[in-house]
């Protein structure tokens, strides 16, 4: 047990995030939407341009089925996948439930890959779980995206599993399958690590709860129901996909988690409940930002975004008033990308594909195209451009800023296993994009 006083544990943990931060800025992704959890990155040389005869440093099959994107730390580049082993037929439905499973087994990994060369150093069997719970085929049992600090990966699959693993051996150093709660459509909600707990949401059809684990045990140091009063009671519209962050708000750390219907935040060291704001919508997926001294939420189906004061107070039941949402829209607005915010402009791509900026401040749209396909991708922002990856394969580079302007727009692959449904990685000034079947590094030779 650490034995020092809380003040030099606070202040020991503050410099070692602060040098860690100045060390890895720029030159990893340690988690969904990278180092600023918002998608942005302070590269200044990737490439606009590729295709599968430019600009690929290498590409790499991946086995198995995943969302999840990729992080990045050293030499090191870690993905998820889960390799499924499908019945031969399916039994049909009961009213109001999900199609019967076609997955009979489904074995989850943790793969590594060379960052210079593409090779896969590492394949860690993680588990094995026979009749999983339903999983609809848009979906897949490794959606949610890992968390990599030195020496630890930590591996999510919502509730079939969590694992710890040491990056050098590739040894499993806990599991948590204990977990649970019904996905109905499968897992997405990806983990974060802040300080030394790593932080879980379980938005499921019957529980919605978010948890707390000790980073070095795996042990829950904390669990907090949501305690939503739903406007309906079917359960299809409680659960949620989104991945919670950790913001300074009135000069203290909170955990920011979205869920169907609502938003609340909690204290990250105890899970005490800070505020809530109601919002609507369910199947919400995207991560809240911040700026200009507001919160930018999004809803999920129907689809809405709405700006919150960040210096707003909760009344005596802990709700957000009405007056604290400064605007909000719903044209135009993603339920599964999650929103990127540069400044004092605000940019989101539809799940059908319409790109469009905003005035951060006050939600007027400066601009607004359509772009092509269909989106789960979230686009990542460096050096003035927009990187949009659609389900397609297809990746639009736009120039950021108040007038449209379409940089380039690039294809990987062919046929139905091209598409992109990971959000891109950045590290040094190459861009990690998983398709459905491999993974690339885009850059210059």
Request: glycine residues 8%; proline residues 5%; hydrophobic residues 40%.
């Amino acid at each position: 047990m650490d034995t020092r006083p809380i003040v030099l544990r606070a202040l020991a943990f503050t410099a070692s995030l602060a040098l860690l931060h100045a060390a890895i800025a720029g030159d990893s992704w340690p988690g969904y939407r990278g180092p600023t959890a918002d998608g942005r990155s302070d590269a200044k040389n990737l490439v606009t341009t590729w295709s599968e005869k430019e600009n690929v440093l290498w590409k790499t099959p991946i086995h198995g089925k995943g969302w999840s994107s990729p992080v990045i730390l050293g030499k090191q580049v870690w993905l998820t996948t889960a390799d499924e082993v499908h019945a031969d037929t399916t039994q049909p439905a009961k009213k109001g439930a999900p199609p019967a499973n076609a997955v009979k087994e489904v074995t989850f990994f943790a793969l590594c890959i060379d960052r210079d060369t593409g090779k896969i150093v590492q394949d860690v069997k993680l588990g094995t779980e026979a009749n999983p719970a339903y999983c609809h085929p848009f979906n897949s049992y490794a959606s949610p995206t890992p968390f990599i600090e030195q020496n630890r990966l930590y591996a999510h699959f919502g509730s079939h599993g969590t694992w710890c693993v040491d990056t050098d051996s590739g040894k499993v150093l806990w599991e948590r399958k204990d977990l649970k709660c019904d996905h109905f459509r499968g897992p997405a909600s990806s983990p974060i690590v802040f300080g030394d707990l790593v932080f879980l949401i379980f938005d499921g059809f019957d529980l919605q709860y978010v948890a707390a684990l000790d980073k070095t045990s795996g042990k829950t140091v904390w669990k907090t129901d949501r305690k939503i009063k739903y406007s309906n009671d079917n359960g299809d519209i409680k659960k949620a996909y989104a991945t919670p962050v950790v913001l300074e708000i009135g000069g203290r750390q909170q955990l920011v988690c979205p869920s169907a219907e609502c938003t609340m935040a909690y204290d990250p060291k105890t899970g005490e409940e800070l505020w809530r704001v109601t919002h609507g919508g369910m199947n919400g997926s995207a991560r809240a930002v911040m700026g200009n001294g507001m919160l930018y939420l999004t809803a999920g189906h129907p689809s809405k975004i709405i700006a919150v004061k960040t210096d707003a107070k909760p009344d005596s039941t802990g709700m957000l008033p009405k007056e604290a949402v400064v605007w909000s829209a719903t044209k135009n607005v993603p339920t599964r990308p999650s929103v990127t915010l540069d400044g004092d402009l605000l940019y989101m791509v539809s799940d059908n594909a319409i790109a469009s900026c905003l005035e951060a401040t006050t939600g007027k749209v400066l601009w607004s195209e359509r772009l092509d396909g269909e989106f789960s991708s979230s686009p990542v922002l460096a050096n003035g451009n927009l990187y949009c990856s659609n389900q397609q394969g297809k990746t639009f580079v736009l120039s950021a800023g108040k007038t449209f302007n379409a940089v380039a727009e690039n294809r990987l692959g062919e046929g139905k296993d091209a598409g992109v449904m990971a959000s891109p990685a950045i590290a040094g000034d190459v861009l990690f994009l998983r398709t459905k079947t491999h993974l690339y590094a885009l850059g210059k030779r």
